[in-house]
């Protein structure tokens, strides 16, 4: 057990629906990582949140947003889905937003958009 | 782009030495991590490298050439529980973006 926890484990919804997929850092942890892992994209960067700001952006689409909130915990806001939103979403949190520091996953959202 | 390039798959003895090599992009590189997963789970870290060199800890170690674009995983003593997927990925600079390889499906056999 990392220490991250995320909800829900399943999500099933269909295309055109808006879901949310929170994440509950490691206690101490002030960095936040999203990660969309799809069978034909891999494992790809989203974002990253420290300490509540928003530090670095990857490869989030512009339907897709998050957030930090004042307790660290994290929330993606995914909308208008679409079938190639079908993947599993893992959020990691480190103690610092350095990058050089150990990141700890959690076991990931399964999102399926039917 | 900033390709990173890996094997698809390997196969190894159980006891045996195995390698797993990532080429990447070396403009804007700002450290290399190595991440262990295997299917269906999370992404365990095993390994960041910012300095040429190889750096161990306990059967992995990992070893980087900033030059070449270059760095391997290397595992000892293999145990089939070391079957899974190796992700290279490479953090890069301009908005600290970490981008990951496809992986390499280890198995270890018998």
């Known amino acids: 057990d990392s220490g991250v926890t995320q909800t829900p484990k399943h999500l099933i919804t269909a295309t055109g629906q808006r879901v949310t997929l929170r994440c509950s850092p490691r206690?101490?942890?002030?960095?936040v990582y999203w990660y969309q892992q799809s069978l034909d994209q891999g494992l790809q960067f989203l974002i990253q949140?420290?300490?509540?700001?928003?530090?670095a952006k990857g490869n989030i689409l512009e339907r897709f947003s998050a957030q930090q909130f004042p307790d660290l915990h994290s929330e993606l806001n995914l909308s208008s889905l679409e079938l190639g939103d079908s993947a599993l979403y893992f959020c990691a949190s480190s103690v610092t937003g350095g990058w050089d520091t150990e990141a700890f996953f959690g076991q990931g959202t399964r999102l399926t958009v039917v | 782009g900033q390709n990173i390039d890996q094997p698809t798959e390997m196969t190894a003895t159980e006891g045996a030495i195995v390698q797993i090599n990532c080429t990447y992009q070396?403009?804007?590189?700002?450290?290399l991590f190595w991440y262990q997963q295997h299917a269906g789970e999370a992404p365990t870290f095993l390994s960041y490298n910012v300095l040429d060199g190889l750096e161990e800890k306990g059967r992995f170690s990992s070893f980087l050439s900033r030059s070449k674009g270059y760095s391997y995983l290397l595992l000892k003593e293999l145990q089939m529980k070391d079957s899974a997927s190796y992700l290279c990925?490479?953090?890069?600079?301009?908005?600290?973006?970490?981008?990951f390889g496809a992986g390499t499906r280890l198995f270890v056999k018998a």
């Open positions: 206690s101490g942890d002030l960095s």
């Open positions: 070396t403009s804007g590189f700002n450290g």
């Open positions: 990925a490479v953090l890069y600079t301009g908005g600290f973006k970490t981008i």
């Open positions: 949140y420290y300490n509540g700001e928003e530090r």
